[in-house]
């Protein structure tokens, strides 16, 4: 009698019967879907005139690690742009006396591919609304007023976020940008050293798009918790055989 209680003790704990621990507070989730948006990838000489193209997003795939004590999720995946690179002319207004031109071939990401790893953190405002800025690379080269140039950058998606509800089995969020339901602009930011070249449109900015509306992430299992289950269930059959 004396073993099979020990034997009932240690399938307890081993079930996961035990005092939670701070590191434990940290939920996991999974989510892959579409995410409706776009974004404009350009160059800019001068400020005047400017060339360029869009990419569509497509399927966003991610884990991501929610914490109730301090309000943030902690998002790392991929998602997918097309097209991913395109080869265009820039070229200043007409009334730029000589004028600017060049050609550039520009990439997003890798392979038709964007990574990411980003955080969203509460404003500490009543409504629970989260910020976080998303990194979307960008590189090319080309020529520019008769001389090749090269070089690489970041598009800054600043997004909103909200917590709808979360439970251990499922996590419930939207994610957008931070102002109306169209295309939310950003400041340009000068791109090539030794020219004017920026990576936005003529009137210095670039636009984006970003919407996924009340998705719904579910809970990945620790994998700890999954061989300990097993080990639970193997105990379990031996006090039965006893």
């Given at each position: 009698m004396?073993?099979y209680?020990?034997l009932?003790?240690w399938a307890?704990?081993?079930?996961g019967i035990?005092?939670?621990?701070?590191?434990?507070?940290?939920?996991t989730?999974?989510?892959?879907?579409p995410v409706?948006?776009?974004?404009?990838v350009d160059?800019?000489?001068?400020?005047?005139?400017?060339g360029?193209?869009?990419?569509?997003f497509?399927?966003i795939?991610e884990?991501?690690?929610y914490?109730?004590?301090a309000h943030t999720i902690?998002?790392?995946?991929?998602?997918?742009v097309?097209?991913?690179?395109?080869?265009?002319?820039?070229?200043?207004?007409?009334?730029?006396?000589?004028?600017?031109?060049?050609?550039?071939?520009?990439?997003v990401?890798?392979?038709?591919?964007?990574?990411?790893d980003?955080?969203?953190v509460?404003?500490?405002?009543?409504r629970?609304?989260?910020?976080?800025?998303?990194l979307?690379?960008?590189?090319g080269?080309g020529?520019?007023n008769?001389?090749?140039?090269s070089?690489?950058?970041?598009?800054?998606l600043?997004?909103?976020?909200?917590?709808?509800?979360?439970?251990?089995?499922?996590?419930?969020?939207?994610?957008?940008?931070p102002?109306?339901?169209?295309?939310?602009?950003m400041?340009?930011?000068s791109v090539v050293p030794?020219?004017?070249?920026a990576?936005?449109?003529?009137?210095?900015?670039?636009y984006?798009?970003?919407n996924?509306?009340?998705v719904?992430a579910?809970?990945?299992?620790?994998?700890?918790s999954?061989?300990?289950?097993?080990?639970?269930l193997?105990?379990?059959?031996?006090?039965?055989?006893?």
């Amino acid at each position: 009698m004396r073993v099979y209680r020990t034997l009932q003790a240690w399938a307890a704990l081993i079930l996961g019967i035990w005092p939670v621990t701070a590191d434990c507070q940290i939920q996991t989730y999974y989510y892959s879907g579409p995410v409706n948006g776009w974004i404009e990838v350009d160059l800019s000489p001068n400020g005047v005139g400017h060339g360029g193209f869009d990419t569509t997003f497509g399927t966003i795939t991610e884990t991501l690690y929610y914490d109730p004590a301090a309000h943030t999720i902690e998002q790392v995946g991929s998602f997918t742009v097309s097209p991913s690179s395109q080869s265009f002319n820039i070229q200043s207004a007409g009334f730029q006396n000589p004028p600017e031109s060049g050609s550039v071939t520009l990439t997003v990401g890798n392979g038709g591919s964007v990574s990411f790893d980003d955080t969203f953190v509460g404003d500490g405002g009543s409504r629970g609304i989260l910020g976080s800025e998303l990194l979307v690379p960008v590189s090319g080269s080309g020529t520019y007023n008769g001389q090749p140039f090269s070089a690489s950058w970041n598009l800054n998606l600043a997004l909103t976020g909200q917590i709808i509800a979360a439970t251990p089995a499922s996590l419930t969020f939207s994610e957008s940008g931070p102002g109306s339901a169209g295309g939310y602009s950003m400041d340009a930011l000068s791109v090539v050293p030794g020219t004017d070249l920026a990576d936005g449109t003529s009137d210095g900015t670039y636009y984006y798009s970003w919407n996924m509306n009340d998705v719904k992430a579910t809970a990945v299992p620790e994998p700890n918790s999954l061989a300990l289950l097993g080990l639970g269930l193997s105990a379990l059959a031996f006090l039965r055989r006893r």
